[in-house]
T-cell receptor, first 116, second 111 residues
Framework: EAQVTQNPRYLITVTGKKLTVTCSQN?????MSWYRQDPGLGLRQIYY???????DKGDVPEGYKVSRKEKRNFPLILESPSPNQTSLYFC???????????????FGEGSRLTVL | KQEVTQIPAALSVPEGENLVLNCSFT??????LQWFRQDPGKGLTSLLL?????REQTSGRLNASLDKSSGRSTLYIAASQPGDSATYLC??????????FGPGTRLSVLP
C-alpha cells in the first residue's frame, strides 16, 4: 500500500531535549516536505526536499533541521525544542513535477508534539 | 508569490443539500490545484487534483472545477451527508515554486 509513515504519532517532551520525527514514503517520490499546522494559522511549510541531498527552507524553518540521505526518508530534527514548537506536524511527498507527473501530494497521518 | 484564500471559512448545511466550496489564487500560472479533506486531528486526504490543462475533475459526489483566468477553483459536493463533515483545503502549485495551501473551509452537515 502506498503510504507516508510518520513516527512518533504522539510525543510529549521537555524544553531542550533533542528529538527526531521520522518520515518514510514507499512511492519512490523525489519531493518530500514538512509542515506544521496550528489553529488559526493553517498549514505552514518548514522544509522541503526536491531530491536526495537537496533541501530548502520553507516559510518557518527556525528551530528545525532536516536531512535527506535516502530517497525514502526525510527526518525532522528539533535540536532544542521550545514550547512554541508545540504543534501538529505533517510530512508529505510527491513525484517531482516533470513530464507527465501529476504532482499529487500525499500526506502522512501527522505527529502531535507537545513541548513542556 | 502565490496566495490562496478560501471562502467561506465555515459552512453548516442540512443533510441532502448540494454545496459549493470556493478557492481563489492570485497567480494563474499554476501547474495543478489539489483539494484535500481533513478530519479533526487527522492527516490530509487527497480528494481531487486538477491539472492546469483541465477544467474539471469528478469523483463520486465530488466535482472540482478550475478557472485559471479568474483565479478560482470550486469544489461541488452533491447530496451532502453527515460523513462529509470535515475541513476542506485547496492547494495550488506553481512550477518552480512550492505548494501553497488555503486556510480551509470547515463544513458541518447536520442530520
Amino acid at each position: 500500500e502506498a503510504q507516508v509513515t510518520q513516527n512518533p504519532r504522539y510525543l510529549i517532551t521537555v524544553t531542550g531535549k533533542k528529538l527526531t520525527v521520522t518520515c518514510s514514503q514507499n512511492m519512490n517520490h523525489e519531493y518530500m516536505s514538512w509542515y506544521r499546522q496550528d489553529p488559526g494559522l493553517g498549514l505552514r511549510q518548514i522544509y522541503y526536499s526536491m531530491n536526495v541531498e537537496v533541501t530548502d527552507k520553507g516559510d518557518v524553518p527556525e528551530g528545525y533541521k532536516v536531512s535527506r540521505k535516502e530517497k525514502r526518508n526525510f527526518p525532522l530534527i528539533l535540536e532544542s525544542p521550545s514550547p512554541n514548537q508545540t504543534s501538529l506536524y505533517f510530512c508529505a511527498s510527491s513525484f517531482r513535477l516533470a513530464g507527465t507527473n501529476t504532482g499529487e501530494l500525499f500526506f502522512g497521518e501527522g505527529s502531535r508534539l507537545t513541548v513542556l | 508569490k502565490q496566495e490562496v484564500t478560501q471562502i467561506p471559512a465555515a459552512l453548516s448545511v442540512p443533510e441532502g443539500e448540494n454545496l459549493v466550496l470556493n478557492c481563489s489564487f492570485t497567480d494563474s500560472a499554476i501547474y495543478n490545484l489539489q483539494w484535500f479533506r481533513q478530519d479533526p486531528g487527522k492527516g490530509l486526504t487527497s480528494l481531487l487534483l486538477i491539472q492546469s490543462s483541465q477544467r474539471e475533475q469528478t469523483s463520486g459526489r465530488l466535482n472540482a472545477s478550475l478557472d485559471k483566468s479568474s483565479g478560482r477553483s470550486t469544489l461541488y459536493i452533491a447530496a451532502s451527508q453527515p460523513g462529509d463533515s470535515a475541513t476542506y483545503l485547496c492547494a495550488a502549485y506553481n512550477y518552480g515554486q512550492n505548494f501553497v495551501f488555503g486556510p480551509g473551509t470547515r463544513l458541518s452537515v447536520l442530520p
